[in-house]
């Protein structure tokens, strides 16, 4: 399975927790991985609409990494979705481009992933919060696999985020069990 | 009731409703509108954070007016809240700096209201989709408002889209009443 991961971090210089995975992520097979940031900068108009596509079709699995802010993607990662999806790119035949394929989500999140639930101080799941991703996938004729979740960002120890990192390569390497998933 | 209205739009070059609303708007008393791309352009890093914070200081109400791409905000609007919001520019006192304030989201959208329920293709409220910046609000303390859809944007005619204009110069005037915000 080709996996396509697409890292957006809008502040990367203060990471910790993703650019562990990101680090992690790109040591394993059949994995290739893109920096938003790094490639494009902060401009939103900049992408390679058509090399970014042509990586998307090779791919498929397509993971959104991204640490979670306001309840939602980086600005870049929206640009991207924006800018490379638009109209998921459809075939002559009418049908997506994407469709079929995979799409992870993958996020580092400040509060522990147990607030993230109607007992939890934000009341919500991240499945309800990040509906707008899954419906997209869903737009696109793609899987919407199961979330990664990274909690517990802000503090986290070197131990923490070992753990996390351990969990994520088991992720793209498709030996994720289900209950660990959440940690 | 002092008003500050955040547009964002990535393709304002091809909008006919958004920019139909925003001409309307500017002609509103007591409201201020801000067009980000036309100030800041599409770099996410480029705003002048003291000033845009000043100016939600100083209003009643927050409005973001944006067309929903992929079931979210336009990426500028992402990078304003991820900059401008940051911290929520917490009070010498522990408080944000938004408290008590208002947040009217104003959305245009291409398929018709309708479709954004159980019944419609697409199964999910607005609500439940803007999510996010429902928690967003109250992370700030701030209210979240009922969403205002100018629905069918696309193929939307000149009556369609003079009907919509109407609608949001009511909203604006805290005239609309319950059963205008849908047509």
């Known amino acids: ?14 990471s910790r927790v993703n650019r562990a995975l ?24 900049a992408f390679d609409v058509k090399a970014e ?17 306001w309840f939602s993607v980086p600005p870049m ?30 996020i580092s999140i400040g509060a522990q992933e147990s607030e993230y639930s109607k007992k939890g101080s934000v009341k919500f799941t991240l499945g309800e919060i990040l509906l707008p991703l899954q419906l997209g996938a869903y737009y696109c004729g793609m899987t919407f696999n199961r979330i990664f979740a990274a909690g517990g960002a ?9 753990a996390h990192v351990q969990r994520y390569v088991k992720l793209l390497r498709n030996e994720l ?7």
Chains 1, 2 share one sequence.
Do not use: C, W
């Open 1 to 14: 399975m080709k996996t396509t991961l697409i890292m957006s971090h809008p502040y990367f210089e203060d």
């Open 22 to 45: 990101f680090e992690a992520a790109k040591g394993v097979p059949d994995v290739s991985v893109r920096h938003l940031e790094a490639i494009y900068g902060s401009d939103t108009r």
């Open 53 to 69: 596509q042509d990586l998307l079709i090779g791919a498929d699995r397509i993971v959104f990494q991204f640490p979670m802010f």
């Open 77 to 106: 990662l929206k640009a991207y979705m924006d800018e490379v999806l638009r109209g998921k790119f459809i075939n002559d035949n009418g049908n997506s481009k994407l469709d079929g394929k995979e799409l992870q989500i993958a």
């Open 154 to 162: 802000l503090g986290a120890t070197e131990a923490d985020i070992k």
């Open 177 to 183: 069990e289900e209950d660990e998933y959440q940690i």
